[in-house]
């Protein structure tokens, strides 16, 4: 039975160093996945280091009070937030990335151009659209569980939800993506 | 429930948070409503459509973590020492500041003085108590007027008091010039002193010339 998440944090606060790389090891891939829906797939990789950096200086502080998941959760987004400070907001490409490729060549091109316009029309969402959207959609938070995460009312959390889903559908009909080809 | 009323129900619909007996009247809605089910096609194309975007992958390089959170200690570090030494160059400052207008250097012929605070203030002399006289004699005293004299010497008194206050503060020029006086009248008396001996030794001659008799002997 693997350790959880609190007690990893505890026995590498006891001095454990590899119960924090076993955190790593543990969260980087989601981690590094939600970076990239909030803060755009070309930074994923410095932002993830980023957070864990976060999570070495701030982890002698940490208390066992709430979910591990929302402590992390609230570093990523801090992170995210700040980086988008920084870079005003790139547009976000999902270019270069290997996507499933399971059918012909002409059906992984296809692929790609949707989860590019896709990615670009979540980039374009402001922050706290994207930020409930990612969260619920992509790691599955209820509106409580991201409520607690950012401080918002649920009730304002599911209204961002909604707007989101609804500007999502004009943007992607306004690039051309018919409903049968979004069915590809 | 109407069709606004539905709509905002179908992003619950969609992620299947509808209690069963909502999610049933939404669903008996929409298999009558055109509209609100074209609304929720296009929801499960947008989702749909989400679920199409693979997520980012990172690798974190763990030596290069514990690096940089060894850098950002010794930064942190080097910021808090500069942050202290600065916080008490402005404290010793800050003092220096409030002491300054209270604090008096001076250097004098034969003493160097530190005064911190106001200057003590000037008394004026303590009259000397006046020894009581016998009975007999504070009669003849009382009996013989002499005012101005008390006066006098009561003036007499106050100026040798100030005399002394002031040479107390008198500077070091004050004293060379004094000092230059005294090598002057030495020199004087040195000098008065030669032609003296001068004068006597010319007179000497002039008295063997004159009468060589009394070289023998014989004085006039």
Known sequence: ?184 | MNCPQIREQLPDLLYGELAPDAASSVAAHLNLCGACRREFDALKDVRHALDAVPPATAQVDLPRLYRAAAQAQDRRSRRWRRATMALAALAAGLVLVALLPSLEIRVEAHQFAVRWGAPPPVLPPAPLPTPVPPEAERTQFVSVPAPDVEEQLRLLGDLVQRLADDADRRDVRRSRDLEMLRTQLTDQREQARQWRLATERDVAALYAVQFPETRKGKQP
Request: with cysteine.
């Open chain 1, 1 to 184: 039975m693997q350790p959880s998440d609190a007690e990893l944090m505890r026995r590498w606060q006891e001095g454990d160093a590899d119960a924090f790389e076993g955190l790593v090891r543990r969260w980087q891939r989601r981690v590094a996945g939600l970076l990239g829906r909030l803060a755009g797939p070309g930074v994923a990789a410095d932002l993830c280091q980023d957070v864990f950096l976060r999570v070495y200086q701030a982890g002698p502080r940490y208390r066992e009070e709430g979910a591990f998941t929302t402590w992390l959760y609230r570093i990523v987004l801090n992170t995210a937030r700040d980086a988008g400070r920084r870079a005003r907001r790139e547009p976000k490409r999902v270019a270069d990335r290997d996507l499933p490729g399971d059918g012909g060549p002409d059906e992984t091109v296809c692929r790609r151009e949707t989860a590019d316009a896709v990615a670009e029309a979540v980039a374009e969402l402001p922050n706290p659209l994207r930020d409930v959207l990612t969260l619920r959609h992509y790691e599955g938070l209820s509106f409580e569980e991201i409520a607690r995460l950012t401080g918002t009312p649920a009730s304002t959390l599911k209204s961002r939800f909604t707007a989101a889903l609804a500007r999502l559908r004009v943007r992607l009909e306004q690039q051309g993506l018919a409903p049968e080809e979004r069915q590809a």
